[in-house]
């Protein structure tokens, strides 16, 4: 009951040739006039350096039968009588496994892929084990995995392979004209391409101190500021894209197939930027003195004075708790001095503040993405009154904390034992436990005052890191959407595809069937998987809970650090 | 083209196609009733008494649905649910078995009376399959099996595919299906012993 896979737009009389292994795979058919001829014809293709990389990745072709095609077609797909020359004779008729050649410069192919799993990933090695093993059956080696990938390679590579031997019959000797002019033009590039690096290179390794200085503020600054992050990924990108013109030998679309998603993907993925930061620049300068005026008034009555206000209320008996008034005084006048600090700072940078409002506009410019970083980065200078103000009670808090904790111990008689990391059963003296007693005092009487402002700067922290958190999460989507491979999909299904399936038709004729190969579109999980990995990162690092949590420890709250997000690319 | 149905008392839903380069197992959606009476009872129905009280309620509404968009809508939303779940009732699943190269898994899905509309397919290719067992699945106190593609992708991660997902036979009818591709697929007979292709 073996098939034949026969090509669905071959339909000449000759002699076919195609692989014999692993499945009998008609390539191509031959006009010769006899099979000696078209063996030479094939010996003769087979000395070129393309189809030297063809037959690596599929098997060396070679002439398999005869076929004749009857002159009345009746069903749409090739119905061809054949004699092979190679397996088993049949005196039945043959059945035939129908499957589309592309063109190698359509870009279109099939992939076995990675179907996606279905019900669930067996991760667990006993469960794999007990699975794979199987008392009837005897084990082969590995070899079998591999016939799948061959069989699919064949059927991506018939095209190109018959266009090879045309040529070859041709007997040309010049060379084909396109993939010289192409190679010129990304010469030039590459050429470019070269300059950069060797320039970067030069930069890094030079003991000039103006480049030394300027490298270390580079990478210094490139952990606060996500300006320069920004610039850096961008930059980054480009250089990309400029690496990314080369031919790629041929052989293997799927690479090629790859590689031109992704330049595109970038391209476009840059232009949409640039345009939607065109027409954000376009709304800044048409409402620039509201914008002005917002800014300056909102936040200062916001940022500065409420706080002043909270400070006060908090410092004279908050509904009606009575906190240690002298502490508490003394707490809220040094916080009040440090915001009046920074504000008599803003205040001088405040004839600034238009500048800053034109740089933005610059800024979005270059692109959306480029104005949202700079947006983050101003929303971390302008608070950082509050994250100062935040750090300092929250290292008071934290050592507080830490203190009730060790104390709490001392009170049941344990000791925290560093050498077994375990609390064990300890003997106190009577003046250890004395101090403690004292320092215990100490604390629940201070403990509320603490408290009391700490929640207050912790809000404040934790609003702003969840605006920042959505700015950044914005920032990481637009940097990194795969677009193109989403218009790929809508546009041509079969230059991105996910799998195999054998569609099975009935024929006009009604008797039988036509089995046909088809492929089917990669799932949209597998496009948007970078998303998801970036979604986790993300969401594990800003989890709500894990919030609360590090506030109520004392912990410092902080930004994503910077290789979490763009270590993805 | 050859048909015939391998268990033709208990389980006549089951049939067995030979085609030229592939034989098809296939399971229809429909059974014999247990209690041995020979009724037939169908799991795709073409109609049922619900749609004709669907117009009767709607004669009832209509008047008021004259001035109101919203209670509209949602009426055209329900009359479009139904005949939707009426469009993608399971009409029969089946399993290909192509030797030597692979099995593929479909669902058929449609009008009962008229041609499949939707068609799922799923293809493993012989080279990813490990093997094709029936499993014994425990759901509350009940033991059923069912028939599964064991099949590892490019990723070395091992996965389950279930045959015949919906439909769920019977124990006979999944012995018949797994006797035919164990055969078919694993059995090498110039060595006369079970082999992984």
């Known amino acids: ?569 | 083209m050859q048909r015939t149905r391998p268990l033709p008392d208990c389980h006549p839903e089951l049939s067995v196609i030979e085609w030229p380069s592939f034989r098809e197992y296939r399971v229809e959606n429909w059974r014999l009733a247990r209690d041995g009476s020979g009724n037939v009872v169908r799991g795709a129905t073409s109609w049922g008494w619900i749609d004709l009280c669907l117009p009767v309620v709607i004669s009832f509404i209509w008047p008021r649905f004259r001035g109101n968009t919203m209670l509209w809508a949602f009426a055209v939303l329900v009359v479009g649910f139904t005949m939707y779940c009426r469009c993608v009732q399971v009409l029969h699943e089946s399993v290909l078995v192509f030797p030597a190269y692979g099995i593929q898994l479909e669902t058929h899905r449609g009008y009962p009376l008229l041609k499949p509309l939707f068609v799922s397919r799923r293809f493993i290719h012989a080279s990813l399959l490990e093997d094709f067992i029936i499993n014994e699945g425990l759901r509350r106190w009940n033991v059923r099996y069912y028939l599964a593609a064991v099949h590892g992708s490019s990723t070395d991660k091992i996965a389950l595919d279930v045959a015949f997902e919906n439909i769920l036979p019977h124990f006979p009818v999944l012995l018949e299906v797994y006797q035919g591709v164990q055969e078919l697929m694993f059995y090498n007979h110039t060595n006369n012993r079970h082999t992984r292709i």
């Open chain 1, 1 to 569: 009951m073996s098939s034949i896979f026969w090509p669905c737009d071959v339909a000449r009389s000759g002699f076919c040739y195609g692989w014999d292994h692993p499945a009998l795979c008609v390539a191509g058919v031959l006009e010769a006039e006899e099979d000696s001829h078209a063996d030479v014809l094939l010996q003769r293709a087979a000395r070129s350096a393309e189809v030297q990389a063809l037959i690596k990745i599929c098997g060396t072709p070679r002439v398999l039968g005869r076929c004749v095609f009857s002159s009345f077609a009746r069903s749409s797909y090739p119905q061809p009588d054949v004699e092979m020359f190679c397996g088993p004779s049949r005196a039945c008729s043959t059945a035939y496994i129908y499957y589309h050649r592309h063109d190698a410069n359509s870009l279109r192919f099939y992939a076995l892929g990675s179907n996606g799993t279905r019900l669930f990933d067996l991760q667990d090695e006993v469960l794999r084990s007990s699975l794979k093993h199987n008392f009837l059956h005897t084990a082969l080696s590995r070899n079998a995995s591999d016939t799948g990938q061959v069989l699919v390679n064949q059927w991506n590579s018939a095209k190109s392979l018959e266009q090879l031997i045309e040529h070859e019959q041709r007997a040309q000797t010049t060379v084909i004209q396109e993939p010289n002019t192409r190679f010129k033009e990304t010469s030039n590039l590459t050429a470019i391409n070269k300059k950069i690096q060797r320039t970067i290179d030069g930069i890094q390794s030079s003991t000039n101190l103006f480049w030394r200085v300027a490298s270390f503020v580079f990478v210094y600054s490139r952990e606060f500021s996500i300006v320069v992050q920004q610039i850096e990924s961008r930059a980054r990108k480009l250089r990309r894209l400029l690496r990314g013109v080369q031919p790629v030998s041929n052989g293997d679309v799927r690479l090629k197939s790859s590689q031109y998603i992704e330049f595109y993907n970038t391209l476009w993925i840059i232009l949409n930027d640039l345009i939607i930061g065109i027409a954000l620049r376009q709304f800044l300068r048409q409402d620039r003195q509201a914008f002005l005026h917002l800014f300056k008034f909102a936040f200062e009555d916001k940022a500065v004075h409420r706080i002043r206000q909270i400070l006060l209320w908090l410092d004279s008996w908050p509904a009606g708790l009575k906190l240690n008034t002298e502490l508490s005084r003394f707490y809220s006048h040094s916080f009040m001095g440090l915001i009046a600090l920074w504000n008599r700072g803003f205040r001088t940078v405040t004839p600034l503040i238009p500048m800053s409002l034109s740089a933005l506009e610059f800024g979005s410019a270059l692109g959306v993405t480029m104005a949202l970083a700079m947006v983050c980065d101003l929303v971390c200078i302008f608070m950082a009154h509050v994250q100062l103000c935040y750090l300092v009670s929250v290292t008071v808090y934290g050592h507080l904390l830490r203190l009730v904790a060790s104390l709490w111990n001392l009170f049941r008689g344990r000791r925290h034992n560093v050498l077994r990391n375990r609390t064990d059963p300890w003997d106190y003296d009577v003046d250890q436990l004395l101090l403690g007693t004292i320092l215990f005092t100490l604390v629940a009487y201070l403990f509320p005052t603490v408290l009391v402002y700490y929640i207050l700067f912790a809000t404040m922290r934790v609003s702003t890191i969840l605006v920042y958190a959505s700015l950044e999460t914005t920032l990481a989507f637009m940097n990194y959407f795969p677009l193109f491979a989403l218009m790929l999909r809508v546009k041509d299904p079969q230059r991105s595809p996910g799998g195999i399936y054998m569609r099975v038709e009935p024929t006009r004729g009604g008797n039988g069937v036509d089995v046909s190969v088809e492929s089917y579109t990669l799932p949209l999980a597998v496009t948007f998987n970078q998303y998801v990995e970036l979604w986790k990162r993300l969401a594990k690092h800003y989890h709500p809970l894990r919030l609360v949590w590090y506030v109520v420890s004392g912990r410092v709250l902080d930004t994503i650090p910077r290789t979490c997000v763009h270590s993805t690319t």
